[in-house]
């Protein structure tokens, strides 16, 4: 007599995986389904699974037919027994069968029963360090949905039949699903609901969110880390922050906030439930550590803070970095968010051609200033004391200030060349304040801009330093004098001495034209 097969589903814990599962009590290998099935393997496939993430199954219950009672019927698994004889409200054990049946009421309908079961189940297998039957690690790219190949399953082949435990290491053990390959249903799919939470790391310009930008040393860069609580047990939260040498961090800046949808899209800044720790000694700048308890699933947080850009700051090249990623449940992290800030320089080159081949003659003792903006808005740079590189004089800039009279002025050494580091994208005026001994100071400054092309994915920045609309090469403004005495201007006692002189002279010409005149007449 065939016996009734009973068929339950089995949900995952709030966030977590789904999966169909069925309890038969009994079923007759009379039916050609479970004659074809009688070989004792199935299989179950995880879609939707998130790559670096490993899934584990256990082996609750097994399915075993009994020729004399021509039948199937559970049994439980050897490691299990204590477990399955303590789950009195759900399971029952027959002692003298070893026969194991659903007793909870109304299964189909009672999915918090069978939620607090599968929690029971892992709870179990972790306490008691059961065997697993086989794990596997999602291939690819950390955190992210899919396999390298393009796929987005897992598959556990070749599984006797029996009644399993699926747990994946994204959230605690104990979250977990049950499912059962039968004679009926050899071939089981679940499909994960879980995901990663997330952390997406940005610049703050404006009203953009940017992962690369441009600024200058002294500059004050605005950060953001936005998070997204996406497991069922927030707990062992913590951020890191790393920034390269560049970039000085304002400890007193941080600020963290909070959107809560399970209250209605309530938000508000948080001033406790974590702590600041600004020397985590693991390498990073700093860390925000949330205590367990102050976060929910789908909470969404939000870190804002600053960084000065400082002498050290790296000039064009690779920029100045800030990476960040988060840890969360049993050590787990999120892929890591790197933002850059990129700085520029300029150099400049003092010479003269003095001809006969000598066209680029260095020129010593060439002062200059650098100022940005005009009226109001304008600020002259400050930079530090020159270092020495290769015979070059080298600045680095320091601030910017009102007063002219206190900006610095850099000077030429005997090769000519100067270096002006540490600047933002942007239009500069050079303006020579003092010229060589037997050179004429040029008459207005020069105009300089430097515009940046910033990477995209996987791209490099560039720049380009253009002088008075000329582009440059090697980012060098070329500044030749010329050799001469400097003239008196317009309107002064020297040009007015040369008018005096030369209408004399013109009239003591036309007196002695005159006087020839008659002289030849007589």
Not at 178 to 194: A, F, G, H, M, Q
Request: charged residues 20%; proline residues 2%; negative net charge.
């Amino acid at each position: 007599m065939k016996k009734t097969i009973q068929k339950l589903m089995a949900v995952l814990l709030a966030a977590a995986m789904v999966c169909a599962m069925a309890i038969p009590a009994f079923a007759t290998d009379g039916d050609a389904t479970a004659a074809a099935a009688s070989t004792g393997e199935g299989k179950i496939t995880i879609n939707n699974v998130i790559t670096g993430q490993t899934y584990t199954i256990y082996r609750i219950l097994d399915l075993e037919y009994h020729k004399d009672t021509n039948s199937y019927r559970y049994t439980a698994n050897e490691a299990w027994e204590d477990f399955v004889r303590n789950q009195t409200g759900d399971l029952k054990l027959d002692e003298n069968t070893g026969a194991v049946t659903w007793i909870n009421s109304n299964p189909k309908n009672n999915d918090t029963a069978i939620q607090k079961f599968a929690n029971s189940a892992g709870t179990y297998a972790k306490d008691h360090s059961v065997q697993a039957v086989k794990s596997i690690t999602a291939k690819g790219k950390e955190g992210e949905h899919g396999n390298a190949d393009n796929s987005t399953s897992i598959t556990f082949e070749n599984l006797p039949l029996g009644w399993y435990l699926v747990v994946s290491d994204l959230v605690d053990v104990h979250n977990g699903a049950l499912c059962s390959i039968d004679t009926t249903d050899p071939t089981v799919e679940i499909r994960e609901k879980n995901s990663n939470s997330t952390l997406d790391k940005s610049i703050l310009e404006g009203d953009q969110l940017l992962s690369v930008n441009n600024a200058g040393i002294g500059d004050v860069v605005n950060f953001q880390l936005d998070i997204v609580v996406k497991d069922g047990q927030p707990k062992g939260y913590v951020v890191h922050d790393k920034m390269s040498e560049g970039l000085t961090f304002n400890s007193n800046s941080v600020s963290v906030s909070l959107l809560r949808h399970s209250d209605g899209n309530a938000s508000g800044n948080l001033t406790t439930g974590y702590t600041l720790d600004t020397h985590p000694g693991d390498g990073c700048t700093f860390e925000v550590k949330f205590d367990d308890g102050t976060l929910e699933p789908n909470d969404a947080v939000t870190i804002s803070y600053t960084a000065t850009v400082n002498n050290k700051a790296v000039i064009a090249g690779s920029g100045n970095t800030n990476e960040a990623y988060l840890q969360y449940n049993n050590n787990k992290t999120t892929v890591k968010h790197t933002t850059t800030t990129y700085v520029w320089g300029m150099s400049v080159r003092k010479f003269a051609n003095l001809g006969n081949g000598d066209t680029d003659h260095a020129l010593a003792d060439a002062e200059f200033k650098l100022y940005k903006g005009a009226d109001a808005d304008k600020k002259y740079a400050a930079f530090s004391t020159a270092t020495t590189v290769d015979g070059t004089s080298v600045y680095k800039l320091t601030n910017w200030v009102t007063d002219a009279a206190t900006a610095t002025a850099v000077v030429t050494p005997a090769s000519g060349n100067i270096k002006l580091e540490g600047l933002d994208e942007g239009t500069y005026y050079l303006e020579e304040t003092k010229a060589p001994v037997g050179y004429n100071k040029l008459t207005a400054p020069i105009i300089v801009v430097i515009k940046s092309t910033l990477p995209t994915a996987g791209g490099t920045a560039s720049y380009t330093v253009t002088a008075d609309g000329a582009t440059t090469t090697d980012y060098t403004v070329r500044v030749e004098n010329k050799a001469g005495t400097e003239l008196p201007s317009t309107g002064g006692m020297g040009t007015t001495l040369f008018y005096v002189i030369g209408g004399g002279l013109m009239v003591a010409a036309i007196v002695l034209l005159v006087t020839k005149k008659r002289m030849e007449n007589k």
